[in-house]
């Protein structure tokens, strides 16, 4: 992990990109095969900022301990969108964990009273499952369980965070600091009308179906106020356009197409795709960033597919 330049408001290091499942490989090198973890240097406050625990949180984990050398204290706030497996299961591998000089922030979305973001983690580390339980972590770990709103975390970071449309309780995140905005929406998928809009069903009401639009027309414009103006935004594309509307409506995840029509409406400098597909190949996904990547039509952004490694300065 190389220390940012001094110009640099935040640094971005993509250290996972994958969704679902890692898929490590021949297939899978050049884009990567870690589930989503991406760190976001605040160089001028010496903060990190950590965003998903995915498996690739555990190559983070040994950059940090190697770049401290042993000395000095590591501190990370890590914002997880939400808990799913293939987002968190890094944590238990996270090599600072284990040491005394550490301190972890943890923020997420609270699911219910019953099970808050501690409960959640610590349940993936009991005995059941990890030869660690989360009580004997050497670390300091403290959870904050977050909802809709905007936090001030310090040294002129603001971090606001907006409900998206994923099957379990997920957070996108807007992190502002020094005139530079990120925003992250990495497990979503459209919003759309629930109810039958076709007036030959039996089923349909006309009244539902035209508040079902209204519905998520306004859903849409809010996530669109939330990314407006972003120098960066790092968007689930797991599938094609075509893919999605053949049998994934409801899964959770965005079409390529859908999000750079996002990022352009929403005024967006720069869109970059990730939790790639799992069975998606390296030679697949060249061959659709040479069609959809690079730059768009004037005023669109940017399109950048993810890979493994990649760094990427606000």
Not at 62 to 67: D, I, S, T, Y
Request: charged share 25%; proline share 5%; aromatic share 8%.
């Amino acid at each position: 992990m190389k220390s940012p330049p001094a110009t640099e408001v935040l640094r971005v290091t993509f250290w996972g990109v994958r969704g679902s499942i890692p898929v490590p490989g021949a297939h899978t090198a050049r884009y990567g095969g870690e589930t989503l973890c991406i760190g976001v240097e605040v160089p001028a406050a010496g903060r990190l900022l950590v965003l998903d625990a995915g498996s690739g949180l555990r190559r983070l984990g040994e950059a940090l301990v190697q770049r401290s050398g042993g000395d000095g204290g590591i501190a990370v706030d890590l914002l997880l969108s939400h808990t799913h497996l293939d987002h968190i299961l890094g944590f238990p591998f996270f090599q600072p964990l284990y040491r005394r000089d550490t301190r972890v922030t943890l923020y997420g979305p609270a699911i219910s009273l019953q099970d808050r973001l501690e409960e959640v983690i610590g349940g993936q580390m009991s005995y059941r499952y990890f030869p660690v339980r989360q009580v004997e972590l050497a670390a300091d770990v403290t959870y904050v369980d977050w909802r809709e709103g905007t936090y001030d975390l310090g040294d002129g970071i603001l971090v606001s965070a907006a409900y998206l449309n994923h099957p379990l309780l997920c957070l996108g995140y807007r992190i502002a600091c020094s005139g530079r905005v990120l925003c992250t929406a990495f497990d979503h998928e459209p919003f759309r009308n629930v109810f039958v809009t076709d007036p030959a069903d039996p089923r349909y009401d006309e009244l539902m179906a035209r508040e079902g639009e209204a519905a998520a027309a306004a859903a849409e414009e809010r996530l669109s106020a939330f990314f407006r103006g972003a120098d960066l935004l790092i968007h689930d594309g797991q599938y094609t356009e075509e893919e999605y509307l053949a049998g994934r409506v409801g899964w959770g995840h965005s079409p390529i197409e859908g999000a750079i029509r996002t990022a352009a409406a929403a005024g967006v400098r720069r869109l970059a795709l990730v939790h790639h597909d799992p069975g998606r190949s390296d030679a697949e996904l060249a061959r659709l960033e040479a069609r959809l990547g690079g730059g768009r039509e004037p005023g669109g952004p940017e399109v950048i597919f993810a890979r493994e490694g990649q760094v990427v300065s606000l």
